[in-house]
Every structure is written in structure tokens, then in C-alpha cells.
């Protein structure tokens, strides 16, 4: 059997290892937090540090394989483990030009890949010189997620606002739709491509956002978008599950806003929505299967469950039952004892013919389920 790492435990690993059950397969995580989402259902925990180098080169020797579930991870020692036998998913080298949002967009630059322009600031100072390339949307080079390390620079009096540290300074898109595709390709180059995503936004309401497959867009669209996102893979050159999160513009361009390559927050409708979900995808890349279905069953809408401003500490889940009880609908909890504002605590797809069916039930999970803290 072989025996296979994943570099972090939280609700991708945990997803990614309710796939692995499925599989002939043996199962390691490595993350620092003995009681993450993906702890206990592993078949062997190791409690370390993914961005230590003896810590990920002690954990990944022996294995057959190791793949991640976030980028921040120690890519040397990946290197060495890659360069002694172990198959790396995705490999280092795209690891390395990833999680750095400047070399991200010089890869892009480099291969023809439509992405919005940019330049490079290194500190806060060097960014008061850039007013003539604004509105802009300031991003750290490492270390951003979910939003942190990304600042909206409108016009001058932003510029402070800025980040100290190496960053890009991007142009504002003005976006007339935001999409993900997610792109699987396995280690012979074949590729399968799920069908794109699109984020609804709900700002008059202040609401959380919620995902639909299919994105409404035209065929046109569709075909740009397939074809920037098998570009911005296949240069990679590495096998693997790939989210490419895009912009259609007011006048119909499509341009990448950035990668990940890794199972992903907008593919998880996929476990109940397609033939193949994403999870279930990247075991079978990893143990040399065929490439799954990436077909929908049904049209799906995706729900974040979200820690509720104001609340931290031990998560209650408000609604719970009332959302059990909707029969389209998929809840996923993950296993996170402390509840924070604005945390990933879960999610919920809803499966529909009906695309009015699918709105109406998102809406309607958002009202219901609240992740507060239980008083004590
Ligand atoms: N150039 C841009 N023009 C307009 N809006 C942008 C631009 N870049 C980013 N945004 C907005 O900011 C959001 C977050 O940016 P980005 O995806 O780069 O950062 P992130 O830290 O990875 O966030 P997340 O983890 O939420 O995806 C985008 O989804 C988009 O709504
Ligand atoms: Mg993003």
C-alpha cells in the first residue's frame, strides 16, 4: 500500500482524507496542532511544523508521496525529499513561484497569461511613488489568505495604507464577474477540467458570499477561460489539482487573479455535485488512476459556514437542525472546537435542477446556521 503525507490538517486535509478512505492507501499528517480537522482521520499523526525543514524532510522520508493543503510549507526540504524519490504534488518548483505573489505574476507575464498589470513595490516608502498607477489593489508577496495581506489603494491618500514589505501593486479590474476553474492533470500530462465556479457577492446585504456551478457565462467566456487555465498549468509542468480564480471584466476580458495548486475552498461542492470530486481526484493523480469524471451531477450552489462577528470560543452551531432538515442540502462540518470571527468553521451545498431553487437555499442556509460561542 502505499503510504502517502499530507503537509497540513485543516478541513482540505480533513476532506482529503474522507476521500483517502476509498482508497488502497496509507495515510500521514504533519501539522502543528494535535487537535486540527484532519488529526483523527489519518491513519498516523505527526505533530511538527510544515515550514521546518527537519521537521517536513523527517516526515516525508519513507513515504511514496507527500502533496499539501496550504502553500506555506518548507519547499526545501520538499526539494530534497523530491530530489531523493519521494513524488511531490504539486512539486517544489511550483510551490516556490506560487506562494510568491511576485514571481506568481511574472510567471504569468512570462508564458502570455492575461493577469491584471502590475508592478513590483518593495517597501511602504517606494509605494508613495506609484500614485500614477492608481486605483490599485496592494498585495504582500507571502503570506496573505483569505483577504489578509490584500489592501484596496484607491487614490493617494490610500497610498499609507500599503504594505511594508515586498508586494505587487496591481491595476483595479473592474470586475464584472469572479470564477474559479479547477484543472486536474496527472503525472502522464492528461488534463480534466471541472466545470468553472462563479462568486456571488451579496455587498447590499453585507452578507457572506455563496458559489454556483455552473458560472453563468457565455460560450465565448467559457472557452477563454478553459483555455488561460490549461496555459497557466500546463507551464507548470507538474501533476495535480490546480484552482485558477479569474476576473471577466466589464468589457468581457478574462484575466487571472491568481492560483492555487491544491485542493481549494471553491471546488468543495464538488463532493457531492460531481462524478469525481476534487478530493477524490488528487488520490487518484497520486496513485497513478485513471483521471475521474469531472461532469456535474447536478447544478450546485456552495455556502460558507463562517464564525459570526462578535464570538469566540467554543463553536455552537445555530440552525443546525433546521438546515438538516433541507433535503438538497449538504452540511459539512469541520471539527474545529474554537469559533472565531470570520473562521471557516464548515460548509453546506445544495444540489438543484433550478437555479432559482439553488439561490432561494443559499440565501435561506445563510439566514439559518450561525457559528457563535457557547456562553459560559
Ligand atoms: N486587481 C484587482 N482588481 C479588483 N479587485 C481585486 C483585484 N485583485 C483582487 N481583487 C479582489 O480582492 C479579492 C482577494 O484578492 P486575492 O484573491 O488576490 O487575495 P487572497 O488573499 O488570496 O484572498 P482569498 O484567500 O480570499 O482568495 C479578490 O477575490 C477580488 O475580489
Ligand atoms: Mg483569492
Redesign the pocket.
Known amino acids: 500500500m502505499q503510504k502517502v503525507g499530507i503537509l497540513g490538517g485543516g478541513q482540505l486535509g480533513r476532506m482529503l482524507l474522507q476521500a483517502a478512505a476509498n482508497y488502497p492507501v496509507e495515510t500521514y499528517v504533519l501539522e502543528n496542532d494535535s487537535e486540527c480537522p484532519a488529526a483523527h482521520l489519518c491513519d498516523h499523526f505527526t505533530k511538527g511544523d510544515i515550514r521546518n525543514f527537519d521537521a517536513v524532510y523527517a516526515f516525508g522520508k519513507g513515504l511514496d508521496s507527500i502533496t499539501i493543503e496550504i502553500e506555506n510549507v518548507n519547499t526545501d526540504a520538499l526539494e530534497k525529499l523530491e530530489a531523493e524519490g519521494v513524488k511531490v504534488f504539486p512539486r517544489p518548483a511550483v510551490l516556490k513561484t506560487i506562494r510568491n505573489?511576485i514571481l506568481q505574476k511574472q510567471y504569468y507575464a512570462k508564458h502570455n497569461i492575461p493577469s491584471?498589470e502590475f508592478m513590483v513595490t518593495e517597501t511602504r516608502q517606494a509605494l508613495q511613488q506609484a500614485a500614477h498607477f492608481l486605483p490599485?489593489?496592494h498585495?504582500i508577496a507571502e503570506g496573505?489568505?483569505?483577504?489578509?495581506?490584500?489592501q484596496?489603494i484607491r487614490k493617494q491618500e490610500d497610498l499609507p495604507r500599503g504594505f511594508d514589505a515586498p508586494s505587487v501593486l496591481?491595476?483595479?479590474?473592474?470586475?464584472q464577474k469572479?470564477i474559479a476553474q479547477m484543472v486536474a492533470i496527472n503525472s502522464k500530462g492528461e488534463i480534466a477540467l471541472y466545470p468553472p465556479v462563479e462568486?456571488v457577492?451579496d455587498q447590499s446585504l453585507n452578507l457572506l458570499d455563496y458559489q454556483l456551478c455552473p458560472a453563468a457565462i457565455d460560450d465565448k467566456t467559457l472557452w477563454k477561460v478553459e483555455a488561460i487555465a490549461v496555459q497557466v498549468v500546463k507551464n507548470f509542468e507538474s501533476p495535480g489539482i490546480f484552482a485558477i480564480?479569474l476576473?471577466v471584466d466589464r468589457n468581457g476580458a478574462v484575466l487571472v487573479?491568481?492560483t492555487a495548486p491544491r485542493v481549494h475552498n471553491s471546488g468543495h461542492h464538488t463532493i457531492e455535485a460531481h462524478f469525481s470530486s476534487q478530493f477524490d481526484m488528487l488520490w487518484r493523480i497520486i496513485l497513478g488512476f485513471p483521471l475521474g469524471n469531472t461532469d456535474a451531477i447536478l447544478p450546485s450552489a456552495m455556502v460558507n459556514v463562517i464564525g459570526a462577528e462578535g464570538f469566540t470560543g467554543k463553536a455552537n452551531y445555530e440552525g443546525l437542525a433546521e438546515v438538516l432538515a433541507i433535503d438538497n442540502a449538504f452540511v459539512h462540518l469541520y471539527g474545529k472546537k474554537e469559533t472565531k470571527p470570520g473562521r471557516k468553521m464548515g460548509h453546506v451545498t445544495v444540489l438543484s435542477k433550478e437555479k432559482q431553487e439553488l439561490i432561494h437555499q443559499a440565501n435561506k442556509i445563510r439566514g439559518l446556521l450561525n457559528v457563535q460561542s457557547t456562553s459560559e
Do not use: R, T
Not at 496573505?144 to 490584500?150: I, L, Q
Not at 496591481?170 to 470586475?175: D, R, T
Open positions: 505573489k491584471p490599485a489593489v498585495k496573505g489568505y483569505d483577504g489578509k495581506g490584500v484596496v496591481e491595476k483595479m479590474v473592474e470586475i469572479e462568486m457577492f480564480e476576473f487573479n491568481e
